[in-house]
């Protein structure tokens, strides 16, 4: 078993940039966020908060919030950009959607995001099944609660993508991660026309459909508008932009920090291009205030 890293080397710089003071992250471990944790471990349910060390574990967690990543915690494909343990996964649990279920009900949450590791060894459905059973049963025990799943790719395989669908997630969401020029250095063993055929079929099948990337891995301003556009004509409705951070020195080098005003400058044009909700921000990730999102989405 091994860390998540791209089949390339990252590049040794031997000034790395200074993260700027607007990136400084506020630790607060108070009585909620302990709560969380405990349930969380009480589940035995992994979250991507830990496993992809967010940098809002702390805000959202404290808010009683976090992102449950179902499958397992070891994802069959390394890209440059994770920190998700990557190997062989030997996890199986179908009684994982239960325990999901109910850990929802427990912290009495109006939205919750689900994710997962890529299994690209389940040949079947690649996990599209478990998929299925953890929004079915998320919606039978929490009838008020919305769902949204952030998913893999399945491999492109349309008959696992119909049973996520069948499922009826409030909000599908599946990433970009960057532009298209650099994809390959950035996530490997993905695809870009891949990637978008799952946006595109997502949004054939009328599910309302999400994506976004991180900034900071050697793109231009230009080339993140161009790919903005590329996924509003799609018929993406919600966008997120954040700041890649680099999780440990085996992944890729920070190319830059984005300044705040060109974050801004991000959530005006994508607007301005059609998108119903844009997230942009130094610390956005995919979930991160998913549950604004769902609200403002519906009152725009």
């Known amino acids: 078993m091994k860390q998540g890293y791209s089949n390339l080397n990252p590049a040794k710089k031997e000034n790395r940039i200074k993260r700027p003071e607007w990136l400084k992250i506020r630790l607060k471990t108070d009585d909620s966020f302990q709560q969380t944790r405990k349930l969380m471990e009480g589940q035995n349910l992994n979250t991507v908060c830990v496993e992809a060390r967010c940098p809002n574990i702390y805000e959202c967690w404290?808010?009683?919030t976090a992102t449950?990543?179902?499958?397992?915690?070891?994802?069959?494909?390394?890209c440059g950009f994770c920190s998700v343990k990557t190997g062989k996964p030997i996890w199986s649990d179908n009684d994982e959607p239960r325990r999901t279920a109910e850990a929802v009900k427990s912290m009495d949450l109006k939205h919750v995001v689900i994710t997962s590791v890529d299994r690209d060894d389940l040949k079947n459905d690649f996990g599209?099944?478990?998929?299925?059973?953890?929004?079915?049963?998320?919606?039978?025990?929490n009838p008020k609660c919305s769902v949204e799943v952030l998913t893999p790719d399945f491999k492109g395989f349309k008959p696992a993508l119909k049973i996520v669908f069948d499922a009826k997630p409030d909000i599908f969401s599946h990433n970009t991660e960057t532009i298209e020029r650099i994809s390959k250095q950035v996530r490997a063993q993905s695809n870009w026309q891949r990637t978008k055929m799952v946006l595109a079929e997502s949004v054939k099948s009328g599910l309302i459909t999400k994506t976004g990337l991180m900034v900071g891995l050697g793109e231009t301003d230009d080339e993140?508008?161009?790919?903005?556009?590329?996924?509003?004509?799609?018929?993406?409705e919600i966008f997120n932009i954040g700041q890649y951070l680099q999780p440990t020195k085996k992944h890729?080098?920070?190319?830059?920090?984005?300044?705040?005003?060109t974050f801004k400058m991000f959530n005006i044009k994508g607007l301005e291009m059609g998108f119903r909700v844009v997230e942009s921000g130094p610390l956005v990730r995919s979930s991160y205030h998913a549950d604004e999102q769902v609200n403002l989405y519906k009152s725009n």
């Open 62 to 64: 404290g808010r009683k």
């Open 224 to 236: 993140v508008l161009d790919v903005m556009k590329e996924m509003v004509d799609l018929g993406v």
């Open 68 to 78: 449950i990543m179902i499958l397992g915690d070891i994802c069959t494909r390394s």
């Open 128 to 141: 599209a099944l478990i998929w299925a059973k953890t929004i079915l049963k998320i919606k039978k025990l």
């Open 252 to 261: 890729l080098p920070v190319d830059r920090f984005v300044h705040p005003d």
